[in-house]
Structure formats: C-alpha cells, structure tokens
C-alpha cells in the first residue's frame, strides 16, 4: 500500500531460482501434443526428459501443470442408426413414463457362460480362515442366461438355455407370458441381437399381440 502501484513489481522470492525456461516449457508441451517418440506410440517423461535436456521430474511437473496424461486414453464410439434419436425417446419414455395398463421388462442375454464344476467340495468359512474352493475345475459346457427385469417393481424373470438361438429367446418370451398379468400389455427392452429379430421371433408376436419389443439404437445396450 505505501508504494501503491509503484509496487507491482515481481520481488525477488525465497528458494532455489528457476531453471526452466518458458521456451523449454513450451517445447515440452508441443512435442507431447504433436509428436511421438520413434518406435513408441506415447512419450514416456524419462524419454521426453532425456530429449529435452532436463529432468523426468521437470517432464512430469510440467504435464500436470497443463493437464496433460499421454498415458491415457478414452473411447468414442459414431453411432451409425439413422433412428438413433427415435429409438433413444422410445426407450427412455419407457423408463420415464411407462404406459398404463402395461408392465415393461428389460431384458438381455448373457450367452456362453461356462458350467463349471469344481473338483472337491467347497470348503466353509472359519474363524480366521476364509471360504475356500479347489483351484482346478471340470467343464460341463456353456449355457445362456435370459433375465428380464420389470423395471416397475424390480421382480426379475430369468431363464437357461442350451443354445444361443432364436428358439431360446422365444421359450423366454413364452416364460414372461406365463409369469405376467394376463390382462397386460407387455413392453419388452431388448437389444439388436439377429436373434430377436427373426421369422420365428415375429412369428411368435403374431401370435401374442399384447407383447411389443422395442429395441436401443445399435451399439447403445
């Protein structure tokens, strides 16, 4: 205050003084950003320290300064479904506001799940001594698993299958029909498996006109 704008100025500050340049912090930033090192598909702060003349501590500081993770990657995924949006409404206004005199079920599939046997009888827990299981095991094969879940009262509907065919799907269709109000209409949430969608399939909602299946946008489920 007593020097007001006259001391503005930048003091000289306790410590070791600088050592790194903003050139030198700018080289590091663009060759992050716009390079890669030979033979490598992302700089590594020890390589980039190594080019750059200065310490993998400096490479690393710097990067955290400017939020940079070359470590790490996401994913992205363009949806090609032209009904993108339509299908996107249909399913969450299911969700949202479900229709009345109607119960929704979503359903999906877990195919090839292994039937595993283990070779000794599992082994209680015990004080100090935890639940124990044979490391080795004997395989019976693989079955499917189809589970609907009413997504109004959270009662779920789950069926085996020998085989991942449309047959299957259609003997858990028929294991909703039996389970659910008669006097319903059903909504069924299903993704765009090739097996929800053929002749037999539509054959079978020929017959059940109060079932309806609606399916996400590709590559959403």
Same mark, same amino acid.
């Given at each position: 205050?007593?020097?007001?704008?006259?001391?503005?100025?930048?003091?000289?500050?306790?410590?070791?003084?600088?050592?790194?340049?903003?050139?030198?912090?700018?080289?590091?930033?663009?060759?992050?950003?716009?390079?890669?090192?030979?033979?490598?598909?992302?700089?590594?702060?020890?390589?980039?320290?190594?080019?750059?003349?200065?310490?993998?501590?400096?490479?690393?500081?710097?990067?955290?300064?400017?939020?940079?993770?070359?470590?790490?990657?996401?994913?992205?995924?363009?949806?090609?479904?032209?009904?993108?949006?339509?299908?996107?409404?249909?399913?969450?206004g299911l969700y949202l506001a479900p229709p009345a005199n109607a119960v929704v079920f979503a359903v999906d599939e877990k195919p090839e799940i292994q039937a595993l046997e283990r070779?000794?009888?599992?082994?209680?827990?015990?004080?100090?001594?935890?639940?124990?299981?044979?490391? !080795?095991?004997?395989?019976?094969?693989?079955?499917?698993?189809?589970?609907?879940?009413?997504?109004?009262?959270?009662?779920?509907?789950?069926?085996?299958?020998?085989?991942?065919?449309?047959?299957?799907?259609?003997?858990?269709?028929?294991?909703?029909?039996?389970?659910?109000?008669?006097?319903?209409?059903?909504?069924?949430?299903? !993704?765009?498996?090739?097996?929800?969608?053929?002749?037999?399939?539509?054959?079978?909602?020929?017959?059940?006109?109060?079932?309806r299946l609606h399916f996400t946008p590709t590559y959403s489920s």
């Amino acid at each position: 205050m007593r020097e007001q704008l006259d001391g503005l100025a930048d003091e000289p500050r306790p410590g070791v003084p600088r050592t790194i340049t903003d050139a030198q912090v700018e080289a590091v930033v663009v060759r992050t950003l716009e390079e890669t090192p030979q033979g490598a598909t992302r700089w590594s702060k020890r390589e980039l320290a190594r080019q750059r003349g200065i310490s993998p501590s400096s490479v690393l500081r710097i990067w955290r300064a400017f939020g940079l993770q070359p470590w790490r990657t996401e994913t992205f995924k363009v949806f090609p479904d032209p009904m993108l949006i339509d299908k996107i409404r249909d399913v969450v206004g299911l969700y949202l506001a479900p229709p009345a005199n109607a119960v929704v079920f979503a359903v999906d599939e877990k195919p090839e799940i292994q039937a595993l046997e283990r070779t000794a009888p599992v082994l209680p827990m015990l004080p100090s001594t935890p639940e124990r299981r044979s490391f !080795d095991y004997v395989r019976h094969g693989t079955v499917d698993l189809f589970a609907a879940l009413d997504t109004a009262t959270e009662k779920v509907i789950s069926k085996l299958s020998a085989q991942h065919r449309a047959v299957g799907f259609r003997g858990f269709l028929d294991e909703i029909d039996r389970q659910s109000d008669p006097g319903l209409a059903v909504h069924v949430i299903c !993704d765009n498996l090739s097996a929800h969608q053929t002749p037999v399939v539509h054959k079978w909602l020929l017959a059940h006109p109060r079932f309806r299946l609606h399916f996400t946008p590709t590559y959403s489920s």
